[in-house]
């Protein structure tokens, strides 16, 4: 049973200013490339990454680490035209696929292999959806057999319409505050960093 990653680095991020938000930086990296990382090391695989208008700056962002790079020519259409791209290139034997945004620095690599081997565990599922202190957040587990309705979606809601009214969704109950972090401004990831560095202990 293989899972795949499918890493969203398309959108405009209006509100981050003019440099993509995905490749600031949060602890020395791109944000894009701390998503591919955490991917990776929990077992995904392969990771494909959905780009945009910088896909070459992000293309060098990861150089280094195994992925496969597809270009979204009209990201303006929304995060749901990037969900389809990213669907539409799993490999054969993926049976499903882990949905990661790029603007979620905190995602830890453990996260990934327990919702991988919850799909293992529940292989009916439609979906497995991380859980933390009573809210759900990112990323999604997709089984592929959801792909003709994704293959349909449009605007920039993503695959969440589809999962409301379904029973086959497993919540996972996770402990990785992370997966309800993203950041939408230059400030929000200066804050972000900020606190990160003091639970750390670092000045």
């Known amino acids: 049973m293989t899972i795949a990653a499918i890493v969203l ?27 591919v990382e955490a991917a990776l090391a929990g077992g995904a695989d392969p990771a494909i990454v959905v780009t945009g208008r910088a896909g070459d700056a992000v293309a060098e962002a990861l150089d280094g680490l195994v992925h496969t790079r597809i270009h979204n020519d009209a990201p303006e259409r929304g ?61 999604v587990l997709l089984a592929r057999r959801l792909a003709p309705e994704i ?7 993503g695959a969440g319409p589809l999962l409301r009214a379904r029973e086959d969704v497993v919540a996972l109950p996770v402990d990785d505050p992370g997966i309800l972090v993203d950041v939408d401004t230059p400030e929000a990831l200066a804050a972000l960093i900020e606190d990160w560095r003091g639970a750390r202990g670092e000045a």
């Open 151 to 157: 293959a349909a979606l449009s605007g920039d809601a």
């Open 79 to 139: 995060l749901a035209s990037s969900l389809r791209l990213g669907f539409a290139a799993l490999p054969e034997a993926a049976t499903g696929a882990l949905v990661l945004l790029a603007d979620m620095p905190l995602i830890s690599a453990e996260t990934i292999a327990a919702l991988i081997a919850a799909q293992s565990a529940h292989p009916d599922a439609a979906a497995i959806v991380p859980v933390h202190a009573g809210r759900r957040g990112n990323p």
């Open 9 to 35: 680095a398309a959108g405009l991020g209006t509100r981050f200013g003019a440099a993509p938000k995905c490749l600031a930086r949060f602890d020395g990296r791109p944000l894009v490339r701390r998503a």
